[in-house]
């Protein structure tokens, strides 16, 4: 069993930043591909990026990329997402995630645990 508590969010102007953080208890993440996820209200959850096991490589949604950074620090048992340019559109409750698929790491089934979200609400 893994357990996730995302931290870090809040409320920011567009353009601001944010960083959450993701502390894994049970198992040491080293054995998980981590994911984020959000959802917004009325809105499925969707997709936003993932960083496979060691953190050499990392893949982001088309609406993300450029402006958000995935991270990891397997010694501390931690996962990271900096967030930066935010717009009005990223507000929703973001999750973070663990996985042993890196190939299906873009499709929320593919998740074995979930932390509980935070709120990320961007104003404009």
């Known amino acids: 069993q893994v357990q996730l508590v995302e931290s870090g969010g809040g409320l920011v102007q567009a353009g601001g930043s944010l960083s959450l953080s993701c502390a894994a208890s049970?198992?040491?993440?080293?054995?998980?591909?981590m994911g984020w996820f959000r959802q917004a209200p009325g809105k499925q959850r969707e997709f936003v990026g993932a960083?496979?096991?060691?953190?050499?490589?990392?893949k982001y949604s088309d609406s993300v990329r450029g402006r958000f950074t995935n991270s990891r620090d397997n010694a501390k048992n931690t996962a990271s997402l900096q967030m930066n340019s935010l717009k009005p559109e990223d507000t929703a409750v973001y999750y973070c995630?663990?996985?042993?698929?890196?190939?299906?790491?873009?499709?929320?089934?593919?998740?074995?645990?979930w932390g509980q979200g935070t709120q990320v609400t961007v104003s404009s």
């Open positions: 995630a663990a996985s042993r698929s890196w190939g299906q790491s873009h499709l929320s089934s593919a998740y074995d645990y």
């Open positions: 049970g198992r040491t993440l080293s054995y998980y591909v």
């Open positions: 960083i496979s096991w060691s953190g050499d490589v990392t």
